[in-house]
């Protein structure tokens, strides 16, 4: 069963500068329309053949992109009556910036289901050590939700790198050892730093999406995943609609079967295999 962990929901009223003036260099494939404006038919054909997938909004007032959580509690009824077979749960996004953030978290997990919290303090505008940020890691703990964090490098002008080091996340799983985190895209470009925390933090994970696109960056971050014993709670996921499950699928098998001919630690064919079909829902703590 392959879970894509990683699917964003958006249209154009939910963005405007500096993030719309940035995305479009995220693919060098899709047309902006693509890009800008996700319908349930066409994320449902996006993560194709995934059988589970998570989907969520981003909330950055800081970058210019603002997604209503009820949006995508409605976003994931409509792929649900669209897909047979697959089941796709919604994680909310909060902005830490906001003063209602916890109270925003509180009634998207009470009455609108969202599994999970997305966040991006540098889309953000602020750091994950902020007092701000710590208060929506402490209530996450608390109610027993996950958060995918994007802690790595980013497109738009909005926020500031140092705040982006994957390194940082060690303050936070020493503060809330139950949060389980998940760094997405392997905390690009620093993977190392990702797989350090991973090591030392047993609810810290990451995501292998986007880099594909970058198969330096993704042979170097399998690698060190694997030398350093975390390479099991690495999740697949696509970063759809950037880039299709089944896209993310090929890049990650490309990319492996070039490591099987050069690399000094290369993933074996049993490994990927493991990677794609991860039981990520379970890992998560995620009910179905």
């Given at each position: 069963?392959?879970?894509?962990?990683h699917?964003?929901?958006w249209?154009?009223g939910?963005?405007?500068p500096?993030?719309s003036?940035?995305?479009?260099?995220?693919s060098?494939?899709?047309?902006s329309d693509?890009l800008?404006?996700?319908t349930?038919?066409?994320y449902?054909?996006?993560?194709?053949?995934?059988?589970?997938?998570i989907?969520?909004?981003?909330?950055?007032h800081?970058a210019g992109?603002?997604?209503?959580?009820?949006?995508?509690?409605a976003?994931?009824?409509?792929?649900?009556?669209?897909?047979?077979?697959?089941?796709?749960?919604?994680?909310?996004?909060v902005?830490p910036?906001?003063h209602?953030?916890?109270?925003?978290?509180?009634r998207?997990h009470?009455?609108?289901g969202?599994?999970?919290?997305k966040?991006?303090?540098v889309?953000?505008?602020?750091?994950?050590?902020?007092p701000?940020?710590?208060?929506?890691?402490k209530?996450?703990?608390?109610?027993?939700l996950?958060?995918?964090?994007?802690?790595?490098a980013?497109f738009a002008?909005?926020?500031?790198?140092?705040d982006?080091?994957?390194?940082?996340?060690?303050d936070?799983?020493i503060?809330?050892?139950?949060?389980?985190?998940?760094?997405?895209?392997?905390g690009?470009?620093?993977?190392?730093?990702?797989a350090v925390?991973m090591?030392?933090?047993?609810n810290?994970?990451?995501?292998?999406s986007?880099?594909p696109s970058?198969?330096?960056v993704?042979?170097t971050?399998?690698?060190?995943?694997?030398e350093y014993?975390?390479?099991?709670?690495?999740?697949?996921?696509?970063?759809?609609?950037?880039?299709?499950?089944?896209?993310?699928?090929?890049g990650?098998?490309a990319?492996?079967?070039?490591m099987?001919?050069?690399?000094?630690?290369p993933l074996?064919?049993?490994?990927?295999?493991?990677?794609?079909?991860?039981?990520s829902?379970?890992l998560?703590?995620?009910?179905?």
């Amino acid at each position: 069963m392959i879970t894509d962990v990683h699917t964003h929901f958006w249209t154009p009223g939910h963005q405007g500068p500096p993030w719309s003036d940035g995305i479009g260099r995220v693919s060098r494939t899709l047309a902006s329309d693509q890009l800008d404006h996700v319908t349930a038919e066409s994320y449902t054909a996006n993560v194709a053949p995934a059988e589970r997938s998570i989907v969520f909004g981003l909330q950055a007032h800081a970058a210019g992109i603002v997604v209503p959580n009820d949006e995508v509690a409605a976003f994931v009824r409509k792929v649900g009556a669209l897909s047979t077979g697959r089941r796709t749960v919604g994680f909310m996004s909060v902005d830490p910036t906001q003063h209602g953030a916890v109270a925003e978290i509180e009634r998207c997990h009470a009455d609108l289901g969202l599994r999970g919290i997305k966040l991006g303090p540098v889309y953000q505008g602020t750091s994950p050590l902020h007092p701000q940020t710590l208060r929506v890691f402490k209530t996450a703990e608390r109610l027993g939700l996950p958060v995918m964090i994007h802690q790595g490098a980013i497109f738009a002008n909005a926020g500031r790198l140092a705040d982006s080091v994957p390194l940082l996340l060690d303050d936070v799983a020493i503060a809330f050892p139950n949060l389980r985190i998940v760094v997405a895209h392997m905390g690009h470009p620093w993977v190392y730093e990702t797989a350090v925390v991973m090591r030392r933090h047993a609810n810290v994970y990451a995501d292998t999406s986007a880099i594909p696109s970058r198969p330096t960056v993704l042979a170097t971050a399998l690698a060190a995943a694997k030398e350093y014993g975390v390479l099991p709670k690495v999740l697949f996921g696509s970063d759809s609609p950037m880039v299709t499950t089944q896209g993310a699928i090929d890049g990650l098998r490309a990319v492996v079967a070039r490591m099987q001919l050069v690399a000094y630690t290369p993933l074996t064919d049993e490994e990927l295999n493991d990677l794609l079909h991860r039981p990520s829902f379970e890992l998560l703590g995620i009910d179905e």
